[in-house]
């Protein structure tokens, strides 16, 4: 079965510069969830998007902006980056009509700030 | 302070032995609570989910309670594998917060041979 698709894996940058994740989800999905999980931490809801429009925000850094296109894949945008920001990057996705509103989450991508 | 509290931290079994996982949470107005598998470096993979008026769900030899009076769930793990070997996750999602998911701080497992 298809599962959430994260790219790049990994990925490397350098202070203040920018880095673009993405994410697609399980198609027929509908919601996609990011999450930052720094290390020995759990993972921290940053931001949701329901059919395209933001429909939670946890604690995304202003630094940060996120999109969900007509495809539902997701973007999320980091600027100015920050030692701080080196973390495990999971998107999650789930459909609203499905059992639970059960999120099922991405390999992760490890984002690592030199 | 984390409304997921999970306990012991860290446990080290022996391979072919048996182990209970703890989850107290104080989240509310609750919705249902899952537990997630996650190997270092990947991501959670759902074990369980259970709502409130479910008290107990297998998954293989994961079997999860849950009492949401007393708000505690556990989960067990029947004959332990080497491949059991990961970080627990006992997750909670709330009614009113829709989607967005409260994490425990995992428990991780150690199976040696």
């Known amino acids: 079965a298809a599962g959430v698709i994260q790219s790049p894996r990994h990925l490397i940058k350098e202070k203040r510069e920018t880095a673009t994740l993405k994410c697609y989800p399980i198609p027929r999905h509908d919601t996609v969830y990011w999450y930052q999980q720094g290390p020995g931490q759990d993972p921290q809801f940053l931001i949701s998007f329901y059919e395209k429009m933001q429909s939670d925000k946890g604690s995304i850094p202003d630094r940060f902006s996120a999109q969900q296109f007509s495809d539902y894949h997701s973007e999320l945008n980091m600027s100015s980056l920050e030692l701080g920001d080196s973390a495990l990057y999971f998107c999650a996705s789930s459909q609203t009509s499905g059992a639970y509103n059960e999120q099922f989450f991405g390999p992760g991508t490890r984002l690592t700030v030199l | 302070k984390n409304q997921v509290e999970q306990s012991p931290q860290s446990l080290i079994i022996l391979e072919g032995k048996n182990c209970t996982l703890q989850?107290?949470?104080?989240?509310?107005?609750?919705?249902?609570l899952r537990w997630y598998k996650q190997d270092t470096g990947r991501g959670p993979v759902s074990l369980t989910i259970?709502?409130?008026?479910?008290n107990t769900k297998s998954n293989g030899r994961y079997t999860a309670t849950l009492d949401a009076d007393t708000k505690q769930s556990s989960l067990h793990i029947t004959a332990s594998q080497l491949s059991d070997s990961a970080s627990y996750i006992c997750?909670?999602?709330?009614?009113?917060?829709?989607?967005?998911?409260?994490f425990g701080a995992g428990t991780q497992v150690v199976v040696t041979p």
């Open positions: 259970m709502t409130f008026s479910e």
């Open positions: 989850c107290n949470y104080t989240v509310s107005p609750f919705s249902n």
């Open positions: 997750v909670v999602s709330t009614t009113d917060s829709w989607g967005k998911l409260q």
